[in-house]
C-alpha cells in the first residue's frame, strides 16, 4: 500500500520559515518524480516544486529563490525548505509522488502565513 505522509505545516509569520516532509512508503521511492503542490481557499491546485528522479529541481516562479527542495533516498523522503513566507504561501501543500502515468498523492498540510 502506497502511504505519502506530510508533515511540518503550521502558522508562521510573514518573513518567517517552515519545513515540509514527505515520507513515502509502498513505492521504490528513487524511481519517482517528487512534486509539492498546494492549494489555496477558492484557487485550483499549482505546483509549487519538483525533484526528479536525478536530483534535478524545478520551481514555480512564484517561490524562486525562496523555496528549495530536496530529496533523501536513503530515507525515502522530500523535503521543501520554505523561507521568507508571504501571506500569499498559505495553503494545503501536498506531497506527490510520479512516474510515468502513476500519481500518488499524500493528504496534504496546512501551512499559513499570518501576523
Known amino acids: 500500500q502506497v502511504q505519502l505522509v506530510e508533515s511540518g505545516g503550521g502558522l508562521v509569520q510573514p518573513g518567517g520559515s517552515l519545513r515540509l516532509s514527505c515520507a513515502a512508503s509502498?513505492?521504490?521511492?528513487?524511481?519517482?518524480?517528487m512534486v509539492w503542490y498546494r492549494q489555496a481557499p477558492g484557487k485550483e491546485r499549482e505546483l509549487v516544486a519538483t525533484?526528479?528522479?536525478?536530483?534535478?529541481?524545478n520551481y514555480a516562479d512564484s517561490v524562486k529563490g525562496r523555496f528549495t527542495i530536496s530529496r533523501d533516498n536513503t530515507k525515502n523522503t522530500v523535503t521543501l525548505q520554505m523561507n521568507s513566507l508571504k501571506p500569499e504561501d498559505t495553503a494545503i501543500y501536498y506531497c506527490?509522488?510520479?512516474?510515468?502515468?502513476?500519481?500518488?498523492w499524500g493528504q496534504g498540510t496546512q501551512v499559513t502565513v499570518s501576523s
Open positions: 506527490n509522488a510520479q512516474r510515468w502515468s502513476t500519481r500518488h
Open positions: 509502498g513505492i521504490i521511492f528513487s524511481l519517482y518524480d
Open positions: 525533484i526528479t528522479s536525478g536530483s534535478r529541481a
